[in-house]
């Protein structure tokens, strides 16, 4: 029973470690960590470009955004969750967005995004921060003297 615990206990660390990096089910739409606005040219000729080619090229956008792929993915590295690490904390999260307009059956327009976003924070720095602001004397408001 022993040994089913101390085998038990790092799997269950570990799984939850991955889920820190997973993209949850959004998998259908992971080729867009691959395109540019450069591959898109090629790929999508406005005017030109059927809905059909698209859903062969890129699947079916989800049903709840009309013409639009979207994907997401946020990481945190493993030393953040590290009990010494009150330094310094990192967190990166991406997005890429891509939306088809259609004219009819044809392409009109398309747009594409890709933004990325790096968070660091120090939980000791903002515990400092917090005690610094505790030490400054409150503003005072300007005493009203009538003449």
């Not at 691959?34 to 059927?50: A, P, S, V």
């Not at 997005?95 to 747009?111: E, F, K, P, Q």
Request: proline share 7%.
């Amino acid at each position: 029973m022993k040994n089913t615990t101390n085998l038990l206990l790092p799997c269950a660390a570990i799984l939850m470690l991955a889920a820190c990096v997973s993209d949850f089910g959004q998998r259908e739409h992971a080729f867009l960590r691959h395109e540019t606005e450069t591959t898109l040219t090629q790929k999508i000729i406005k005017g030109q470009t059927t809905r059909s080619e698209i859903e062969t090229l890129f699947g079916k956008p989800a049903p709840y955004e009309e013409g639009c792929y979207s994907y997401h993915v946020s990481s945190m590295p493993f030393y953040n969750f590290l009990p010494t690490n009150f330094l310094y904390m990192k967190s990166r999260s991406e997005h890429w967005r891509l939306c088809i307009d259609y004219n009819g059956d044809t392409v009109r327009d398309y747009r594409f995004s890709h933004t990325a976003d790096i968070k660091t924070d120090s939980p000791a720095g903002s515990l400092l921060k917090d005690f610094a602001d505790g030490l400054r004397p409150p503003l005072s408001k300007p005493s009203r003297n009538p003449l």
